[in-house]
């Protein structure tokens, strides 16, 4: 599987957009990029995932370059519960048997 | 619909003692999993199991027993504790494979081992 990068830290203002980035210049073809965050002290939680084109739902936005290398997760309007640890992972279908790496991900901090 | 859920969420062993943790889910999945998260790391996979009655190892399985006698849930089994296995504990299930699962987690059981 590719690796990722992710920044270690970021800030963000609570009610401005929060975009994350991630870079997985080695990813494949067919290998798709997800997001999961977690919360202290809590499960990780899925937040969205894509492959090729650019993904929404109630939770966020994710925008994929045309060449794949990177992607950037969006928060449209932080909250002070947004705070958390997010994982960019990218995962090779059939799925079921494999183990998730999150890594280190990004620490975001919303501010008040 | 619950989801994952886990129990105990909390609990402390001596050394050489033994306990099960106890995930369930009520989303008809076929795949479960148990991973460990220790402090500053990411989560390990311990074993998993891709349908009732079958189980298999992980990244990290020595020290540790499964059992999937149910669909609904997945047992972790700690034989004769240590303190290396004090972790937090996190139970996560997926549909059938395919090419947009997702694994969804329990809130985690935070296990120390003195």
Not at chain 2, 50 to 65: F, I, L, Q
Request: hydrophobic share 30%; glycine share 8%; net charge neutral.
């Amino acid at each position: 599987d590719a690796k990722t990068t992710q920044p270690p830290s970021m800030d963000c203002a609570e009610g401005r957009a929060a975009n994350l980035p991630c870079n997985h210049s080695t990813i494949s073809g067919n290998e798709y990029v997800y997001w999961y965050r977690q919360i202290h002290s809590q499960g990780p939680q899925y937040i969205i995932h894509g492959l090729k084109n650019n993904e929404t739902n109630e939770m966020a936005s994710l925008i994929i370059t045309e060449d794949r290398k990177s992607s950037t997760l969006i928060l449209p309007h932080a909250t002070l519960r947004d705070t958390a640890v997010y994982y960019c992972i990218v995962r090779l279908p059939p799925f079921g048997n494999e183990k998730l790496t999150f890594g280190t991900g990004t620490r975001l901090t919303i501010i008040p | 619909n619950a989801g994952v859920t886990q129990t105990p969420k909390f609990r402390v062993l001596k050394t050489g003692q033994s306990m099960t943790l106890l995930c369930a889910q009520d989303m008809n999945h076929e795949y479960m999993y148990w991973y460990r998260q220790d402090p500053g790391m990411g989560l390990r996979l311990i074993h998993y199991s891709v349908g009732e009655g079958t189980t298999a190892k992980g990244e990290v399985p020595d020290g540790y027993n499964v059992s999937r006698l149910k669909k609904q849930n997945f047992l972790l089994g700690l034989e004769s504790a240590a303190p290396s296995q004090t972790s937090v504990y996190f139970c996560a299930s997926s549909g059938l494979a395919g090419l947009t699962d997702t694994q969804y987690f329990g809130p985690g059981t935070r296990l120390t081992v003195l």
